[in-house]
């Protein structure tokens, strides 16, 4: 313990904890000396990973009742006279507010900018001071000064696996990290499910739209999927090439005139690339992509017979309808694959993904389930757990779907089961004359504005033109009022 001198707090014989642990860390670059100097001349060291100090009111109460009963260890700063605080800028700043005016330390020399990042790395680790955002940069820090993975992980204690993984949140932008660490407490396993993305741009960009874990979530789902499709496309793209089939962006408005084309062979981007084409190639045939599908299409010969006005609407209203079907089933694919991912983050204990707790939720979910006459049973989930059908289970099996199924909240799972019923209905919200049908549209408008409270959102290139579909707006729907 050091004595008072001047305005500091007095010692006592029997000290109280200072409330600060003391360091293990050894410094070799010292004269082993302690000298008292005036706090006026102390400065937080500007490349301290730690920012916030955090409440050091009984750090306060302490030093001012029992004095400093640890030595600071400082570094000689750019201006002469003046020292940074290396090790105890806690106590440093309590002193201050205790009102003291000198304090003890123990000055180090001849250490690299990176030994004194890793020594503050250190010392805050030690106490678990640090934030993961904080030991990202510090991490970062150190090495953009020479380190490595492997001499940071050495400096700190902590794996190769997680210095890397803060490498990458390092290279996030860091007033956007700090927006979301503030507003709604982005989780490391949210950062971790972002380190999916590979475009760090991207990963900004996502981070920066969302306002909760379960929309980031969302998009990186929407974005992986994304990112496959364009893998899928690209494979198909070279398939298509080398048999000679050219690409026509206009012919995705005539997939469902069955006047003009019919459809060869349809690719979905969601699955796995193909690795040859398994139809016979022939001339004339083309390909086009809608949505997540790529179709091929041979085209017919023209019709000599020249079509009535009628017939040409007619024509139009029945290719409406088919694309508004088309569409609807992408919907409830959105729909159907969110909720999966949901049941499965809840089944496994993760939180996230929404509460789902409230009368309202559950509610809202079963009176969807009753408009469009929905069922449940065991073998509508065992496709989320396991790859293979409720009658291949064995009897462990079965109980284990149970096991998980009984952690997913009520309202989740009566969601599903609507969807799946959506899913096999195949009820149009379209009628087959052209018009908008409100109530065959009502169980998708309603679980849509379920699973939004949740956190669902349709790919942003696509919500306005599906959000039209679901909400009669559509100009799919306007071949009648023409």
Not at 70 to 76: G, K, S
Not at 172 to 177: E, G, I, R, Y
Not at 277 to 295: A, R
Request: aromatic content about 8%; proline content about 2%; hydrophobic content about 35%.
């Amino acid at each position: 313990m050091f004595d008072k001198k001047e305005n500091s707090a007095a010692g006592t014989d029997a000290p109280t904890a200072e409330l600060e642990i003391r360091s293990d860390i050894s410094i070799n670059h010292t004269d082993g000396k302690i000298k008292m100097i005036e706090i006026e001349n102390l400065l937080h060291h500007p490349d301290n990973p730690r920012k916030a100090i955090g409440d050091i009111s009984e750090l306060t109460d302490s030093i001012r009742k029992n004095g400093i009963m640890q030595n600071l260890t400082v570094i000689q700063s750019d201006k002469i006279g003046f020292f940074y605080v290396l090790i105890g800028n806690r106590r440093f700043e309590a002193a201050k507010r205790a009102g003291l005016e000198v304090l003890p330390c123990l000055i180090a020399e001849g250490l690299s900018k990176a030994e004194q990042v890793g020594i503050m790395l250190e010392e805050n680790m030690q106490r678990n001071d640090l934030t993961v955002i904080e030991q990202a940069q510090g991490f970062q820090l150190m090495f953009d000064l020479g380190e490595t993975v492997q001499t940071i992980s050495q400096r700190t204690g902590f794996s190769e696996t997680t210095v890397r993984r803060r490498l990458n949140i390092a290279q996030l932008d860091s007033d956007t990290l700090r927006k979301a660490h503030e507003e709604w407490q982005v989780s490391l396993d949210d950062l971790r499910e972002l380190e999916k993305i590979k475009n760090v741009k991207k990963r900004n960009e996502l981070l920066k739209r969302s306002h909760s874990s379960s929309v980031l979530k969302n998009f990186i789902i929407n974005e992986l999927r994304e990112e496959k499709a364009k893998v899928c496309k690209a494979a198909i793209d070279k398939l298509m090439k080398s048999a000679g089939i050219p690409f026509d962006a206009e012919a995705r408005n005539i997939i469902w005139d069955s006047g003009k084309v019919e459809t060869v062979k349809k690719f979905d981007l969601t699955a796995d690339p193909p690795i040859k084409l398994t139809f016979k190639v022939e001339d004339g045939m083309i390909y086009t992509q809608s949505y997540q599908t790529i179709y091929v299409l041979r085209k017919k010969k023209k019709e000599k017979k020249e079509l009535t006005e009628e017939e040409k609407k007619q024509r139009k209203i029945k290719s409406n309808c088919r694309q508004v079907f088309e569409i609807t089933k992408e919907i409830v694919k959105e729909m159907r694959y969110y909720l999966e991912q949901l049941i499965k983050e809840k089944s496994s204990g993760l939180m996230g993904g929404g509460n789902f707790c409230s009368d309202r939720e559950l509610r809202f979910a079963w009176d969807i389930l009753m408009d469009i006459h929905g069922t449940a049973g065991l073998n509508d989930f065992v496709g989320i757990f396991m790859d293979k059908s409720y009658y291949q289970l064995t009897d462990d099996e079965r109980e284990t779907v149970r096991k998980k199924l009984k952690r997913v909240p009520v309202a989740l799972q009566i969601a599903h089961v609507a969807v799946h019923a959506l899913e096999i209905s195949r009820s149009m919200i379209e009628s087959y004359s052209g018009y908008y049908d409100a109530s065959a549209a009502k169980g998708y408008v309603d679980l849509y504005n379920l699973l939004h409270m949740w956190g669902f959102r349709f790919p942003e290139d696509r919500e306005q033109e599906f959000e039209d579909v679901l909400e009669g707006e559509s100009e799919l729907y306007s071949v009648n009022n023409e």
